[in-house]
DNA sequence: TTGACTTCGTTGCAGATGCAACGAATAATC
DNA sequence: GATTATTCGTTGCATCTGCAACGAAGTCAA
């Protein structure tokens, strides 16, 4: 019958709370976002690297804002369809690709950032003094490989 | 013709922090049962809040351990096509489904549940003293709605 | 130069995901 | 009791996801 299982309460999980608490952030963010200018979270993290990166690869994109290649590529694509971005080949090394900022894309993130700032700052308010911290934590969850 | 775009440094932006500090433990952890047990981050979730709960339906696993329906649904349905689990229909409300570990589920989950304190205790040592700081903020963030 | 390796970005594919719609069962309203 | 609403769990579907494999381009070594 029922054995020796030990005590465990999920609710206290940390693995179980980051990622509930990074889905509920994440969600109340792309609201902001999502349905009024029809980005993705990808899509949104390339456009912001973009912004102050100058040229980048996509490979470069996927090491500085944690995406697969794959989701690296399918994001540039998508942005470049929709005009946001510019696809150029790297003259110097022909398989890169140059990826940089239209000046649509441009207008579009003088939109997106006060918003995304304003978001930041709200998180900022509803952690009080804890901000800090939280980011400490953070970067020690972040320091090691597993 | 670079406009008046304001400074924004992702690496510094919470929702991106908390989602890769989230994805990173979430990867060390599955990978200590993904492999070795073949099962998901959504039928650990089950099979852990089914321990100390005995009989729930889909609709209360749902809301207890932050899953989608379907994906509560779906979960159900492969760890009870593995014997983990059991289905049965509850007779007070025919509409509900009560699930239950079985025997091999509990068997699991006395192989499975050490290996996730263990996880829990390297984080814990990881965090060093900033812990109760880190759950204190993850609290603040769920407080509220957006 | 030639051939073996590596790196880059894309794509095929199988599985996962979320939403909406569905049938079945129950509750509520009249 | 009959009709309408609501709830539950499942499923269809379009999309997203990650991984592996690929061709193209570059590097290295003989």
Redesign the pocket.
């Known amino acids: 019958m029922s054995g020796k299982l030990p005590d465990f309460d999920l609710s206290g999980f940390l693995p179980y709370r980051l990622a509930v608490a990074a889905q509920h952030v994440s969600a109340g963010l792309a609201g902001l976002y999502r349905n009024r200018f029809g980005i ?3 899509e949104w993290r390339v456009l912001v690297h973009l912004m102050d990166s100058g040229e980048v ?4 994109l ?1 090491q500085m804002v944690s995406l ?7 994001a ?2 998508r942005l470049a369809e929709a005009g946001l971005i510019e ?1 150029t080949e790297n003259e ?6 140059s990826l940089s900022l239209t000046d649509q894309g441009r207008a579009l993130m003088a939109e997106l950032l006060p918003l995304a700032i304003e978001f930041q700052n709200q998180l900022e308010a509803r952690l009080a003094g804890h901000m800090a911290a939280l980011n400490a934590a953070l970067d020690r969850l972040m320091e090691e490989k597993p």
Chains 1, 2 share one sequence.
Do not use: I
């Open positions: 993705s979270v990808a690869s996509v490979r470069e996927g697969e290649k794959s989701k690296a590529s399918r540039a694509t696809k110097a090394d022909r398989r890169l690709v």
